[in-house]
C-alpha cells in the first residue's frame, strides 16, 4: 500500500509568481484535503476534494484553488504569491463515506519559501 | 475560529501522565487528534465522535463533552516516543460543506 506523496519537497519561489504543488492520494482514498502550516502552528484547512469536486473551503483569498484528478491525486495552485505564503503546504488523504470526516493520512509537505 | 488547546507546552518524565484539553467556541461535529513530531508529517491518534463514537489506537484515550464542546486526550504511562507536538481539529460545518479546524498545538517532551 502505497502512502501519500508530495512533489516537490521544497520549492523557493519570489513574490507575484504562481506555483502548483502536487499530492498523490493513498490507494482507495476518495478525498484529498490541503493544508497550510505556518511554523510553530497547527494546520491551517485551505480546502478538500471530494471525488474530484470542492467539498468544503477554508479562509484562504481564490488566489488559492485547486483540482482533483479521475485517479484521485490532486494540485494545489497559488497565484501571486506573497510573502505570508511561505508556509509547510501538506496534503492528506482519507476514504470519506457521507459527510463525515474519517481518518487522515498526510503527505510529508511541500516547504514553500516565497522571497 | 480554531480550537483553544492547553497547556501550550508540558515536560514530563517517563511513566508520568499528562492530559490535553480542546475547547471549541462552536457546536462540536466531531474531534480529531494527531500527533507531529519535528520535521514529519501528523499522525492520526484518535477521533470522537458525537454520540460517544470513538476510532483510535488501544493505547491512547480521550473523552469528547458535547455540551461543553470540549474534549480531553489521556497519555498515560509515557514512553519517550510520545514526544511531539499535538493537535485536535474540530469539525465545523458551514454552508453545507464540512472543514477540519486544528488548534495551534500542546508540545509534549518527554525525558528519560
Known amino acids: 500500500e502505497t502512502g501519500v506523496t508530495q512533489s516537490p519537497t521544497h520549492l523557493i519561489k519570489t513574490r507575484g509568481q504562481q506555483v502548483t504543488l502536487r499530492c498523490s492520494s493513498q490507494s482507495g482514498h476518495n478525498t484529498v484535503s490541503w493544508y497550510q502550516q505556518a511554523l510553530g502552528q497547527g494546520p491551517q484547512f485551505i480546502f478538500q476534494y471530494y471525488r474530484e469536486e470542492e467539498n468544503g473551503r477554508g479562509n484562504f483569498p481564490p488566489r488559492f484553488s485547486g483540482l482533483q484528478f479521475p485517479n484521485y491525486s490532486s494540485e494545489l495552485n497559488v497565484n501571486a504569491l506573497e510573502l505570508d505564503d511561505s508556509a509547510l503546504y501538506l496534503c492528506?488523504?482519507?476514504?470519506?463515506?457521507?459527510?463525515?470526516?474519517?481518518?487522515?493520512?498526510f503527505g510529508p509537505g511541500t516547504r514553500l519559501t516565497v522571497l | 475560529q480554531q480550537p483553544v488547546q492547553s497547556p501550550q507546552a508540558v515536560i514530563l518524565r517517563e511513566g508520568e501522565d499528562a492530559v490535553i484539553n480542546c475547547s471549541s467556541s462552536?457546536?462540536?461535529?466531531?474531534v480529531h487528534w494527531y500527533r507531529q513530531k519535528h520535521g514529519e508529517a501528523p499522525v492520526f491518534l484518535m477521533i470522537l465522535l458525537k454520540g460517544g463514537e470513538q476510532k483510535g489506537h488501544e493505547k491512547i484515550s480521550a473523552s469528547f463533552n458535547e455540551k461543553k464542546q470540549q474534549s480531553s486526550l489521556y497519555l498515560t504511562a509515557s514512553q519517550l516516543s510520545y514526544s511531539g507536538t499535538y493537535f485536535c481539529?474540530?469539525?465545523?460545518?458551514?454552508?453545507?460543506?464540512?472543514?477540519?479546524?486544528f488548534g495551534k498545538g500542546t508540545k509534549l517532551t518527554v525525558n528519560p
Open positions: 481539529g474540530t469539525e465545523e460545518h458551514q454552508g453545507g460543506s464540512e472543514k477540519l479546524v
Open positions: 492528506a488523504s482519507s476514504l470519506e463515506a457521507g459527510r463525515v470526516y474519517n481518518e487522515q493520512f
Open positions: 462552536k457546536a462540536l461535529y466531531s
